[in-house]
């Protein structure tokens, strides 16, 4: 039996792309996974929750749902960039915020949470104080309402990225502190069904570009490993990191081999 069996997981987002391959790779290890998504998955999880995460009610709805206690919780549920901003932040930024913390005291000692965040947030050190004040709000509500207030240039998308990655490098040592590691998977383009979206918020060009830096698009298999990974125990002094799984594209526009893409 691997290191997952007999362990149990919150997994957003199973219903497709990254979070259905996750959820499988976990149930083939042995390990009992329940879904949160507001659509069923057809991977065999042992329970699947109902929640729309653009909602904190239904957040708190589908959390008071959890029973006992887990080893992990997978944050993947996403939206591209074609979705009205203000929905964009809340599923992608304040809904990872809101559930993150209202898993941490159903998480066992040496639990991990892993996000899947986005290559697309690079630009994050350039609009650390913006983040930081989203961040600094203290409610799902109030996140919403700064952001309203506070309109950000560029796609939403992007932005929304820039605030889960800091979210998830500033909440290491609180994790810590709870016996608890985090930690966010940062893909470039990934083959999922919505690469199309992306394709059109960002550019087909710019997307296509890459993809002939690198090769190929990854495969939702490429990113639910370093998932898996990061749950692991081989990973147990990897907290409050953001690591890049995107072939090589990332490390290049750092160290200025290529330029930074308009996306």
């Excluded at 949470?113 to 050190?125: H, L, R």
């Excluded at 298999?221 to 998932?227: G, Q, T, W, Y």
């Amino acid at each position: 039996m691997s290191e997952f069996g007999n362990k149990r997981y919150v997994v957003t987002g199973a219903a497709s792309g990254i979070g259905d391959a996750t959820a499988r790779k976990l149930i083939e290890a042995g390990a009992e996974v329940v879904s949160l998504d507001r659509n069923i998955p057809s991977a065999p999880v042992s329970r699947h929750i109902d929640v729309d995460l653009a909602n904190p009610r239904s957040i708190d709805a589908a959390v008071e749902q959890l029973d006992g206690s887990y080893d992990g919780l997978m944050n993947i549920a996403g939206i591209p960039g074609t979705a009205p901003g203000d929905l964009v932040i809340a599923v992608n930024s304040l809904a990872v915020r809101h559930l993150t913390e209202a898993c941490l005291g159903r998480l066992t000692p040496g639990s991990a949470v892993t996000i899947v965040s986005s290559t697309a947030g690079f630009d994050w050190p350039e609009r650390l104080e913006a983040i930081r004040e989203l961040l600094a709000t203290d409610s799902f509500e109030a996140g919403a309402a700064w952001f309203k207030e506070h309109p950000q240039p560029g796609n939403a998308y992007n932005f929304s990225k820039m605030v889960t990655t800091v979210y998830t490098m500033s909440m290491g040592l609180a994790a810590a502190q709870q016996g608890l590691r985090i930690n966010a998977v940062l893909p470039g383009p990934v083959e999922t069904p919505i690469l199309v979206d992306f394709e059109e918020s960002m550019g087909k060009e710019t997307l296509d570009g890459v993809k002939g830096l690198v090769g190929r698009h990854a495969t939702p298999d490429d990113i639910a490993d370093v998932v898996l990974f990061l749950a692991s125990d081989a990973a147990r002094w990897i907290n409050g990191q953001a690591i890049a799984v995107d072939g090589g594209i990332t490390g290049a526009i750092a160290s200025g081999v290529v330029p930074k893409p308009e996306i």
